[in-house]
C-alpha cells in the first residue's frame, strides 16, 4: 500500500471514530434524560417527541439512534440498571457478602431514593408499575433487571444464615428477602408522595429491627442507624 492510500485509511478510519464517539456520547446524553423523565412519567410518557422537547435533540436525531420507540424504551431500562448498579450495588460490593453486604445494598437503596439521583425517586418502582400488567419485550427486560436484583439480596441473606450472622431456616430467608426491599419500596411511594424524608427513617428503622430479630448483631447494623 502506498504512502497516500494509506494516510487515506487513517483518515477514513479516524473519522469514522470520531464520528462514533460522538454518537455514543449523544446516546449517552439523551439516555440521561430518558430515564430521569421515566422516573417520572414512566415508560409509558417516553416517546420520541417528548424526549426531543425535554432534552433539546432534534427527533431526527433521537429516532437515528434507537430507531423507534421500544428501542428507546429498551435502552432506557438498561441506562436505569446501570445507574442502579453504579450507585446501590457497586459500592455494596466493597463490603463482605453475606450481612455486611446485606447492611450496605439497603443503606445504598435508601439514600438512591432519598437523593433523588432521579427526579421521580426510585428508577424500576416507577417503570415497574408503568408495565407490569403489559407483555412484550420491554416488561421482560424490567422484569429481567427487578429478578437480578431480588436474587440479589436473597443471595446475601441466604450467605449470612449460612454464615450464622442470622439465624434463619429456608422460610425465613425468602421471607427477609421478601421484607427488606418491602420497606425501601414503601418508603420510596411515601416519600414522592408527601415530600418527606421521614418514610425512609421508618424503613431504616424497620430494617434494623427485622435484622436484629433475625440474629444480627448490632454493631453490624450501623449504616441503618438514622
Not at 407490569?132 to 444464615?161: E, F, H, N, T
Request: net charge negative.
Amino acid at each position: 500500500m502506498s504512502e497516500e492510500a494509506a494516510g487515506s485509511t487513517v483518515t477514513v478510519e479516524a473519522s469514522f471514530d470520531g464520528r462514533r464517539a460522538r454518537g455514543d456520547a449523544s446516546r449517552r446524553t439523551v439516555l440521561t434524560f430518558a430515564t430521569d423523565l421515566a422516573s417520572v412519567e414512566g415508560l409509558d410518557g417516553l416517546s420520541i417527541g417528548r424526549l426531543a422537547d425535554a432534552s433539546g435533540h432534534s427527533k431526527s436525531s433521537i429516532a437515528g439512534l434507537f430507531q423507534n420507540k421500544a428501542g428507546l424504551q429498551l435502552a432506557t431500562v438498561e441506562a436505569g440498571r446501570t445507574v442502579f448498579m453504579a450507585v446501590v450495588v457497586e459500592p455494596a460490593r466493597e463490603h463482605a457478602r453475606g450481612l455486611p453486604r446485606l447492611v450496605a445494598l439497603m443503606h445504598h437503596l435508601i439514600e438512591y431514593s432519598r437523593t433523588r439521583v432521579f427526579s421521580g425517586g426510585c428508577f424500576f418502582a416507577a417503570v415497574s408499575a408503568d408495565v407490569d400488567s403489559k407483555p412484550g419485550p420491554v416488561r421482560d427486560a424490567v422484569r429481567a433487571a427487578m429478578a437480578d436484583w431480588y436474587g440479589y439480596i436473597a443471595a446475601q441473606v441466604r450467605y449470612a444464615a449460612e454464615a450464622g450472622d442470622l439465624q434463619l431456616d429456608t422460610a425465613g430467608v425468602e421471607l427477609l428477602a421478601f421484607e427488606l426491599p418491602a420497606l425501601y419500596e414503601q418508603a420510596n411511594a411515601r416519600s414522592l408522595l408527601y415530600g418527606s424524608d421521614r418514610p425512609y427513617e421508618i424503613a431504616a428503622l424497620g430494617m434494623r429491627q427485622r435484622l436484629l430479630s433475625a440474629g444480627a448483631d448490632e454493631s453490624a447494623l450501623v449504616l441503618l442507624r438514622r
